[in-house]
């Protein structure tokens, strides 16, 4: 089983700030995904990536394959930017392994 | 479209109830799953389908149960209900797109069994 470590666990920010949270995995994937689970429960797909970098708005995922490292930044962070990030990978296709996620607070 | 939904949103269950949570997606995607979401812990798989009539166990099965007689529904079964069923329920569909299969997930169920 491929274990997903992110780092860190917990982290408060202040609105504007330049956010990096980290995700290692332990085997070689098929992709790595990004989501988000804001309170209240709902999971959304942020990004999908197998190689490079991907942005979207003021959200950028990066992933070294050989490393077997990914990170998802947040530029200008923004307190609706308060969520649960969540790295998870695929070995074989479609099922993923989680890791436990790191809780983000950005406060005004 | 709705994407994925799922019925109902909360639930408290008697130790030994048995109760269906329902879960349909209007994407025509093949895959699907459920995974439950334990406080402190990542996601874990319970169950999944590749298609209609193709349902495969996960990394945590036991206690439930699937069937997946469409391409639109996938109901997870909970018989004789335990105290560590006690989880939020996820069920998710995904489809290939480029580089990989992404997945789209539902609202969730809180399930509490007292």
């Known amino acids: 089983k491929n274990e997903v470590e992110q780092s860190p666990q917990n982290l408060t920010a202040q609105e504007g700030e330049f956010i990096t949270i980290n995700c290692s995995y332990s085997?070689?994937?098929?992709?790595l995904h990004w989501l988000q689970q804001h309170p209240g429960g709902g999971i959304v797909s942020l990004f999908m990536?197998?190689?490079g970098k991907k942005k979207h708005g003021r959200l950028i995922a990066t992933i070294n394959i050989q490393e077997k490292h990914s990170s998802l930044h947040i530029t200008a962070s923004h307190p609706r930017d308060s969520a649960v990030y969540i790295c998870?990978?695929?070995?074989?296709?479609?099922?993923?392994?989680f890791g436990k996620g790191t809780s983000l607070l950005v406060t005004p | 479209n709705a994407g994925v939904t799922q019925t109902p949103k909360f639930r408290i269950l008697k130790i030994g109830q048995s109760m269906t949570l329902q879960c349909t997606q209007d994407?025509?995607?093949?895959?699907m799953y459920w995974y439950r979401q334990d406080p402190g812990m990542g996601l874990k798989l319970i169950y999944y389908?590749?298609?209609?009539?193709?349902?495969d166990k996960g990394e945590v099965p036991n206690g439930y149960n699937v069937s997946r007689s469409t391409t639109e529904d996938f109901p997870l079964r909970l018989e004789l209900a335990a105290p560590s069923q006690t989880s939020v329920y996820f069920c998710?569909?995904?489809?290939?797109?480029?580089?990989?299969?992404?997945?789209?997930f539902g609202p969730g169920t809180r399930l509490t069994v007292t």
């Open positions: 998710a569909s995904s489809y290939y797109g480029t580089g990989g299969y992404e997945q789209y």
């Open positions: 085997v070689g994937i098929s992709a």
């Open positions: 990536l197998s190689s």
């Open positions: 998870a990978v695929s070995n074989s296709g479609y099922a993923l392994n």
């Open positions: 994407m025509n995607h093949n895959y």
């Open positions: 389908s590749v298609g209609a009539g193709i349902t």
